[in-house]
């Protein structure tokens, strides 16, 4: 039985199997325990994050995303201050309990104009606002707290600190190790009284089983507050996607070499960036993280248009994040192919979204959506 008292964490052992796991009577087991346990403790609501996607400027070279600095084909944009204000007002009208606020790692979105913005928001529309704004230094993470950001993402990518290196590359100047450094700030976001959101992506080439399995037993040790998970997707433009052998979607190669196609999987095999794999972290981060906020992700619906939303929604996830960037701006956000191209207007999204929903038998958030602590994280 998966579901256990509290106290009875999932091992790691479990984790492995569960991740390992291709019996499709067995995984309902697993879609059924991370269903009754979202249900007994986030409940029914589905709380909808408005997204604006305020800046596409970047100074990092991350292998897998397509802002990265590198990327001369891109058109840049940031947003205005006036414009931002204008669609976290959308936000609100839409009846959204928050705005979340993302963008490349931008200098150019100083301290000074952060602060000002986040004064704004809140004061005009009271929603909670969640950044994810990239690595920032603590001195800026605390001004944005301090003018009443209540919460920040920064997903750690992959626990393994080796790949997170390859993929993370240090700026020039950075001394400390990228994982460390990554881990440090996400201990700084707890102490600023920030609700602290990290996760990682599934099936980045070279991504292991067991690594994914220690990825899960973090985000317990982390106790995060919101969790975030999408299958890896190339995109040309990138070290990780020109490199990709087989664009079609299908698993890159194993990481400990090729697989027999009757061999079992193992531990150290190359995870695969598709939709089954990403379900099963998604239910298994409900597992070990009973409380925390997950979203069905953008991602994991870029790979399955007809079914990614609602089978997150079904397997652990409890939020979703409608893209209410303005058009002109929304193609070029390009961290990955696909993301991005929908040109439903946001009443559409919101609609679509609302029914879908409904026939789930599930209910819209109300008010911020906040985690809500009932048994602690860590005896999941
Ligand atoms: N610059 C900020 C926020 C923007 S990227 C940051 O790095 O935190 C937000 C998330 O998009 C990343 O954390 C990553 O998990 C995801 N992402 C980027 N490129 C991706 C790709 N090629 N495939 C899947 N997810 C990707």
């Not at 004061?123 to 009443?148: D, F, K």
């Not at 990955?336 to 979204?353: D, N, V």
Request: aromatic content about 6%; hydrophobic content about 40%; charged content about 25%.
């Amino acid at each position: 039985m998966i579901v256990k008292a509290p106290g009875q964490a999932l091992t790691r052992s479990e984790i492995l199997r569960w991740l390992l796991e291709t019996d499709a009577d067995r995984l309902e087991e697993l879609w059924g325990a991370a269903d009754e346990v979202r249900r007994a403790t986030v409940g029914d609501e589905v709380h909808l994050r408005g997204l604006i996607e305020i800046s596409n400027h970047c100074r990092r070279r991350c292998g897998y995303c397509g802002l990265q600095a590198g990327n001369s084909r891109l058109t840049r944009y940031r947003m205005s201050a006036e414009e931002v204000l204008a669609y976290a007002r959308l936000a609100r009208n839409l009846g959204y309990g928050t705005v979340v606020l993302q963008s490349g790692e931008d200098p150019g979105l100083t301290e000074r104009w952060v602060t000002n913005l986040v004064r704004h928001i809140k004061e005009e529309t009271g929603l909670a606002v969640t950044l994810s704004l990239g690595e920032r230094n603590p001195q800026e993470l605390a001004a944005w707290r301090e003018a009443g950001a209540d919460r920040y993402l920064l997903k750690f990518e992959t626990s393994d600190p080796e790949l997170f290196r390859h993929i993370h590359p240090p700026l020039p100047g950075e001394n400390s190790d990228p994982f460390q450094k990554r881990l440090g700030l996400l201990g700084t976001l707890g102490d600023l009284g920030y609700e602290v959101g990290s996760g990682i992506m599934v099936g980045i080439p070279g991504q292991t089983f067991l690594s994914v399995a220690r990825d899960l037993e973090l985000f317990r040790e982390l106790d995060l507050d919101m969790i975030g998970i999408g299958p890896f997707i190339p995109h040309p433009q990138t070290e990780l996607g020109a490199n990709w052998a087989n664009p079609s979607g299908t698993p890159a190669p194993p990481a400990s070499g090729p697989r027999a196609a009757n061999r079992p999987l193992s531990a150290s095999d190359q995870v695969p960036n598709d939709e089954l794999t990403t379900c099963k972290v998604v239910a298994l981060a409900r597992l070990v993280c009973p409380e925390a906020n997950i979203p069905s992700t953008t991602a994991l619906a870029t790979i399955d248009p007809a079914g990614g939303r609602a089978h997150g929604l079904q397997r652990g996830a409890n939020v979703v994040m409608p893209d209410l960037t303005p058009l002109q701006y929304r193609a070029l956000y390009e961290i990955y192919p696909g993301k991005g191209l929908s040109t439903a207007s946001p009443e559409a999204e919101q609609a679509r979204l609302l029914a879908l929903i409904a026939s789930m038998g599930r209910r819209p958030g109300l008010g911020a959506g906040e985690r809500i602590r009932r048994v602690s994280c860590a005896a999941g």
